[in-house]
């Protein structure tokens, strides 16, 4: 089982940048991804960045590639997502997700993600 609790969340204008944190707890061994997926008001929830935990690879969705960058430190067991210059198009709830199964690379598809956070929003006003 993995255990995610996102923070960070927050109001901010836009260009301005806001850093997430997820920290992961449970299984911290072994190679899986961690994602950010986000929800944005009357829309579905959708894949923007994720990264293995072991190996450290990253993929990004084309809205926020250049923008956000997505990390992990194993000694604190947290995956970060940096975001920059941000949009309003941005505002959602951003939730944190491992998939535990996808030792192999990293997916993108919200089912195929077991374990989800709570959630932190992010407002970015114009």
């Known amino acids: 089982q993995v255990q995610l609790v996102e923070s960070g969340g927050g109001l901010v204008q836009a260009g301005g940048s806001l850093r997430l944190s997820c920290a992961v707890s449970?299984?911290?061994?072994?190679?899986?991804?961690v994602g950010w997926f986000r929800q944005a008001p009357g829309k579905e929830r959708e894949f923007a960045a994720a990264?293995?935990?072991?190996?450290?690879?990253?993929d990004y969705a084309d809205s926020v590639k250049g923008r956000f960058t997505i990390s992990r430190d194993n000694t604190k067991n947290t995956v970060y997502l940096q975001m920059n210059r941000l949009k309003p198009e941005d505002t959602a709830v951003y939730y944190c997700a491992a998939d535990i199964w996808g030792a192999w690379g990293i997916r993108t598809k919200e089912s195929e993600y077991n374990y989800w956070g709570q959630g932190t929003q992010v407002t970015v006003s114009s």
């Open positions: 449970g299984r911290t061994s072994g190679n899986y991804a």
């Open positions: 990264i293995m935990w072991s190996g450290g690879n990253t």
